[in-house]
């Protein structure tokens, strides 16, 4: 259950920009989660409603998720292309030598403070 420490790090972010911003609050709270980030979703929904409890900042804060889809860069035709779920092969040429260029991390994208 590494998400309970996910959301740790993402709530005392969220708290360091709420202070360097001179916010009072923090209201939404903005992510995107790669596919292969290994982050289950609904665990890290739950974990963020238990734990945002403790923070001033973020107590009222509403959590928005993004999915990101797995991009990669394929190393035989070096095209770029989204994977389909259980698809770990280029579409175009079907090599399975590729770069994970998006889909792995977990980013704080936005947060709306007052």
Do not use: W
């Not at 974990?47 to 394929?74: G, Q, R, V």
């Not at 035709?77 to 175009?92: A, R, T, W």
């Not at 994970?100 to 994208?109: A, F, N």
């Amino acid at each position: 259950m590494h998400e309970l420490s996910i959301i740790e790090s993402l709530i005392t972010l969220c708290e360091e920009n709420a202070l360097n911003n001179n916010a009072k609050s923090i209201q939404e709270i903005y992510v995107k989660i790669g596919r292969l980030s290994g982050i289950e979703v609904d665990l890290f929904k739950r974990c963020f409603e238990s734990f945002k409890e403790n923070s001033s900042f973020c107590k009222n804060a509403k959590l928005f998720i993004e999915l990101a889809p797995l991009e990669i860069l394929c190393l035989k035709c070096n095209q770029m292309s989204i994977l389909d779920e259980n698809v770990f092969k280029c579409p175009k040429c079907k090599s399975i030598e590729y770069k994970i260029t998006q889909g792995e991390d977990l980013h704080l994208i936005r947060l709306v403070m007052i």
